[in-house]
Structures are given as C-alpha cells and as structure tokens.
T-cell receptor, first 111, second 111 residues
C-alpha cells in the first residue's frame, strides 16, 4: 500500500530564516505530487504541483519554491520566511489525476 | 473562477441525530467532486469522489450525493467518533490538477 511522509511535523522559525520541508511517497511510481497550505479560517490552497521529476507548476506567486529531485520526493523551500508564511503545510499525491491523498502535514510558525 | 461554499460552518448533533452537510459549487465543467474528513492537526482523509449529477456513494454512516450545483454529505445516526471537519473540493475539466476546497464544516457529535 502507498504511504506518504512529511517532516518535520512542527517547526518554529524566525522571520527571514530559510525553510525546507520534505515529502516522500512510498508504494507507487511516478505519482503526481502537490503542496498545499491551510491557514486558519481559510480553505486549503494549492501552492505547487508536479507531474514528474524536475517539472513544477506554481499556482500562487510568493516567496516559496518547490523542487522534485527524485520521483517520490517533493521539497518546499524558502530563502527568507515571512510572518504570513505561517500555516499548516500539506503534501499530497495522486496516481490518476483525480483523488489526492494527503500526508500528516507540517505545522509552521514564523515568529 | 471556480468556487466552493460549504454550510453550515459548524454543526452540533446528538449521537444518533441524523443530518446533512452542504457543498455548493461553481465550476467551469466538473471533472470530479471530492469529500474529505480532517481531524484536528492531521491531514485530510479521502472519503468519496463523485463524477456526475445523480451519483451517490456510501461508506458506513456517510452517504454523498451530487447535483449539478451542489453536493450533500448525509450522516445517519452519527457517533462521537464522526466528529471532525468535513471538506469538499472540486476539480475542473481542462487538464488542471487543481482541487479547489471549501472552508469545511466542523461537525461535533455529543454522546
């Protein structure tokens, strides 16, 4: 069966510091991968998605970036965090471009 | 622009008291409508996909239905363990991977 991992689970970072969140999927090949952010009182917002290694599409212009160095690895990064980057970051995968399966999430607090 | 509105924002039920959650959507050609359950501090858990008006799907005490403008999640004889936030999302036709989510309905079932 397929499993999806995210780490770290929680993170507290000062404004202006860099960020790296990692997501890996097991039990499937060539999945579509997604990064979402869930802010308090708002719905899940798609940030990036990838249909293959090195292929990244951005949905929202911001100071975040994503990379896919391996087939089942998806990384979310920032060079300098803003207070507004705080939120719950979720990675998801799909193998048929329909339903998406989510990881456990990373709670990011920027102070 | 694709939009999803969920109502009510919060719902309190007594154990055994059946009710329905609503998801109204506006989309330029529906590819699929998705229901998820999210427990506090965790990633959303996939429940159902509905593809066309008139379709229904069931899982234990949950039943999802779809019309051309909205979807309902019916909860029959709920138990306290059904307490969670239920999220609705739509995916539009046209090749985009994007799921557009509503803000969710927070369900509390009291024993």
């Amino acid at each position: 069966s397929q499993t999806i991992h995210q780490w770290p689970a929680t993170l507290v970072q000062p404004v202006g510091s860099p960020l790296s969140l990692e997501c890996t999927v097991e039990g499937t090949s060539n999945p579509n991968l997604y990064w979402y952010r869930q802010a308090a009182g708002r719905g899940l917002q798609l940030l990036f998605y990838s249909v293959g290694i090195g292929q990244i599409s951005s949905e929202v212009p911001q100071n975040l970036s994503a990379s896919r160095p391996q087939d089942r690895q998806f990384i979310l990064s920032s060079k300098k965090l803003l207070l507004s980057d705080s939120g719950f970051y979720l990675c998801a995968w799909s193998d048929n471009r329909r339903e998406q399966y989510f990881g456990p999430g990373t709670r990011l607090t920027v102070t | 622009e694709d939009q999803v509105t969920q109502s009510p924002e919060a719902l309190r039920l007594q154990e055994g008291e059946s009710s329905s959650l609503n998801c109204s959507y506006t989309v330029s050609g529906l590819r699929g409508l998705f229901w998820y359950r999210q427990d506090p501090g965790k990633g959303p858990e996939f429940l159902f996909t509905l593809y066309s008006a008139g379709e229904e799907k069931e899982k234990e005490r949950l039943k999802a239905t779809l019309t051309k403008k909205e979807s309902f999640l019916h909860i029959t004889a709920p138990k306290p363990e059904d307490s969670a936030t239920y999220l609705c999302a739509v995916q539009a036709q046209g090749g985009s991977e994007k799921l557009v989510f509503g803000k969710g309905t927070k369900l509390t079932v009291n024993p």
